[in-house]
């Protein structure tokens, strides 16, 4: 009704935007998050404070943390990527709905059309906790090589430099890091996807999207916003099962017996599998970001911008330089890996 009014046109599109599922979403990843620092601060005793609500909003908005540079930086980069991904990323990623029509046409062009099914409820269900599955499995994959891959370690470190964790940090991951991630998580969802939706006869779009959703809201449930924060929500007995908050946080730390640990988000099955699970810890005073010396290299938002490509551009030449000449002995494999190989944090320039 308001667009009928030009001079009103600008409060209607805000209204809409309110108003549409997108930001429904977004509203319930915040409350979840704001209802498991609460959960957290009730249960809680070691943290010290009286179970005051003046003393919960310190609790959730330590002054130490909203005045650090490092929270700062990470509400720049989050600004500054938002207007960047349209341009850098956006053109050259391959979506999730483009997949899942490729795979689908290509499953028809070989074996034929098949003719519309009915919509099974309990065919949809698993298809649904299959492309969670999948998806939790391939970010874990994704996040494992982001560290052990040094070329990738090299775009980490932007989101490990963090000195201090905020929700906000979780939008601090290199363009390059963002493509490569994006694109690893998109292929194999929209692969399943393709194929169910063939081989059921499924519509596509409404897979891609309930595909897409089903993922989000799973992380939705485990207290997305949390992880990336200092509220040291734990599951108990069931992060054998789920991966929590502070078993994040533990990610974060570069502290050595926590490098290269945790690497899952929603399920602790490939941390097991991969033996690089570890439970949290009793709260404390956990020492985050990268060792010292690496700490210049990352504190400003140009620096978290160029200091990866100037790593890159290093590593290659380096790599280059060390390559024999035609007749010469190969180099053996250790002096290869160490040049190329993984990138433990504190361990990699």
Not at 150 to 173: Q, Y
């Amino acid at each position: 009704m308001l667009e009928a009014f030009p001079a009103h046109a600008w409060l209607a599109k805000i209204v809409n935007h309110l108003l549409s599922y997108d930001s429904y979403v977004i509203l319930m990843t915040w409350v979840t998050a704001l209802l498991g620092a609460i959960l957290t601060f009730a249960i809680r005793n070691d943290h010290g404070y009286r179970k005051t609500f003046g003393n919960l909003l310190r609790f959730c908005f330590p002054a130490e943390i909203l005045r650090n540079r490092s929270c700062r930086l990470d509400v720049l980069f989050a600004i500054t990527i938002r207007f960047l991904t349209p341009l850098l990323i956006a053109p050259i990623l391959i979506t999730s709905a483009a997949v899942t029509q490729v795979t689908h046409d290509g499953l028809a062009a070989w074996f034929g059309s098949r003719p519309p099914g009915s919509d099974l409820i309990l065919v949809r269900i698993l298809a649904l906790c299959l492309v969670v599955v999948l998806a939790d499995g391939s970010n874990f994959c994704t996040h494992y090589l982001n560290h052990k891959v040094r070329l990738l370690w090299e775009f980490h470190k932007v989101h490990h430099a963090a000195r201090f964790l905020i929700p906000i940090t979780n939008r601090r991951v290199h363009p390059v890091q963002g493509l490569f991630d994006d694109t690893t998580l998109l292929l194999p969802v929209g692969i399943w996807l393709g194929l169910i939706s063939y081989m059921f006869g499924m519509p596509i779009e409404d897979n891609v999207v309930l595909g897409m959703d089903a993922f989000f809201f799973a992380n939705l449930l485990s207290f997305y916003h949390l992880r990336h924060s200092h509220i040291p929500m734990s599951y108990g007995w069931l992060e054998n099962i789920f991966m929590s908050p502070a078993q994040h946080q533990l990610h974060h730390s570069f502290v050595v017996r926590h490098w290269d640990r945790n690497f899952g988000l929603f399920l602790s099955c490939w941390d097991k599998m991969a033996g690089t699970f570890v439970a949290s810890e009793p709260p404390g005073a956990l020492r985050l970001g990268l060792p010292a010396e690496y700490e210049s290299g990352y504190d400003t938002l140009a620096k978290l911008y160029v200091t990866p490509l100037v790593n890159v551009v290093r590593m290659v030449g380096r790599s280059l330089r060390a390559r024999p000449s035609r007749g010469h002995a190969i180099l053996p494999t250790q002096a290869v890996n160490a040049d190329l190989g993984a990138g433990q944090m504190g361990k990699s320039g």
